[in-house]
T-cell receptor
Framework: KAGVTQTPRYLIKTRGQQVTLSCSPI?????VSWYQQTPGQGLQFLFE???????NKGNFPGRFSGRQFSNSRSEMNVSTLELGDSALYLC??????????????FGNGTRLTVT | LAKTTQPISMDSYEGQEVNITCSHN???????ITWYQQFPSQGPRFIIQ???TKVTNEVASLFIPADRKSSTLSLPRVSLSDTAVYYC??????????FGKGTMLLVSP
């Protein structure tokens, strides 16, 4: 079974630009969540989508947005990039429902560098 | 959200058993305890999850006492490739995990 795929793997952008990151979840997983990882703040939750609806949102500015398509694939967009947005962006998929706490399956992330 | 506390770092040698303890005093009735492993420049990888008592899989064991205010991840006979950051999380099942700083495990020859 293929794992979570994130594209691109690396990205370099300039301040003020916008960027779109893509995530393909594991087949059958309906929940996709996004995390930002930086050396200073660690792993922080951005938002989660389930069946094309944003179900949860973390404490990030409105410049960070996302969406999920009918095939569960998800995209994350960051507008008006700032230097502080440089980070590893991780996508995770899970069954998203059912008994207990279905574990998350993470991709290897997109490394975004803002110059 | 329940906060977790775990050691910042641990050192071990190949072949030894490593136990990493995590405290989660404010865990709620419906919360599970989940552990993830992360290597540099990779996403976290699910290791094990439990609700109470003991859970064992092919890579680790998880011990949870009756009061569930702490848990211990046990890695039997570690190897160099087990050098990584280990995160203990309290998971309510909503995919909105709160990661702490984790424990940096360094395994030496």
């Amino acid at each position: 079974k293929a794992g979570v795929t994130q594209t691109p793997r690396y990205l370099i952008k300039t301040r003020g630009q916008q960027v779109t990151l893509s995530c393909s979840p594991i087949s059958g997983h309906r929940s996709v969540s996004w995390y930002q990882q930086t050396p200073g703040q660690g792993l922080q939750f951005l938002f989660e989508y389930f069946s094309e609806t944003q179900r949860n949102k973390g404490n990030f500015p409105g410049r960070f947005s996302g969406r999920q398509f009918s095939n569960s694939r998800s995209e994350m967009n960051v507008s008006t990039l700032e230097l502080g947005d440089s980070a590893l962006y991780l996508c995770a998929s899970s069954l998203g429902s059912g008994q207990g706490a279905p574990p998350l399956h993470f991709g290897n992330g997109t490394r975004l560098t803002v110059t | 959200l329940a906060k977790t506390t775990q050691p910042i770092s641990m050192d071990s040698y190949e072949g030894q058993e490593v136990n990493i303890t995590c405290s989660h005093n404010n865990i709620a009735t419906n919360d599970y305890i989940t552990w993830y492993q992360q290597f540099p420049s990779q996403g976290p990888r699910f290791i094990i999850q439990g609700y109470k008592t003991k859970v064992t899989n092919e890579v680790a064991s998880l011990f949870i006492p009756a009061d569930r205010k702490s848990s211990t991840l046990s890695l039997p006979r570690v190897s160099l490739s087990d050098t990584a950051v280990y995160y203990c999380l309290v998971d309510s099942g909503y995919s909105t995990l709160t990661f702490g700083k984790g424990t940096m495990l360094l395994v030496s020859p």
